[in-house]
């Protein structure tokens, strides 16, 4: 027999605690400052102040063992995984191993940053800042030569005049570099439209 002290999932007492935690995690996401009614579990791109005067960004976040641990697991389980090129077949889809993207997502991201190193670093940037990107350095043949970690708080999505999706990199102190979608990798997170 179960001892009697084990929660259960079931039962009025497994309802009622479970009740009292989501609205504990809803009281603490408001108090945050993380949510907004029209947009609930909104990702601020900037340190959102909270009615205490305490700001929270991706770094204080991190601070949190449970915040911690929990991007720590999804980051190290994801890149674990290979990432690679897949061709649309008849059948379904077939892996193109000889692309040299696949190479890129799978082996070395540039020559300062191995593929798994790319691809935490990416996921780590969608969980806690809602979007990951990284510049595709091209040959003069247009084929993707590099990947390099672009941090999100100097990005800024945007549409040209003619509706074209663009991407505004801040070079912090020198001009802007705005990039077309081709020449992005963008890994979307949570967010609302682009």
């Known amino acids: 027999s179960k001892a009697p002290w084990v929660a259960r999932p079931s039962g009025p007492f497994f309802l009622e605690k479970m009740g009292r935690i989501r609205s504990t995690f809803s009281r603490a996401i408001k108090a945050l400052g993380l949510s907004r009614p029209d947009k609930p579990m909104l990702v601020y791109p900037w340190p959102p102040r909270t009615q205490a005067g305490f700001v929270v960004d991706h770094d204080n976040a991190l601070t949190y063992a449970a915040v911690w641990a929990c991007v720590q697991v999804i980051c190290g389980s994801v890149s674990q995984m290979g990432w690679h090129v897949f061709r649309a077949t008849e059948q379904g889809r077939e892996r193109v191993p000889n692309h ?22 990416m996921l780590r940037y969608a969980l806690l800042w809602g ?24 990005v800024a999505v945007d549409r040209d005049s ?16 705005v990039f077309n979608a081709e020449d992005m990798f963008h890994l979307k997170g949570l967010g609302d439209g682009v």
């Open 100 to 121: 040299v993207a696949d190479w890129l997502l799978d082996t070395q991201a540039n020559p300062e940053t191995n593929a798994f190193n790319f691809r935490e670093a």
């Open 162 to 177: 003619k509706g074209k999706l663009i991407y505004d990199v801040n070079n912090r102190g020198n001009a802007n570099t």
């Open 131 to 154: 979007n990951g990107y990284a510049e595709i350095e091209r040959d003069l043949a247009g084929r993707p030569v590099w990947l390099w970690l672009i941090t999100p708080d100097r």
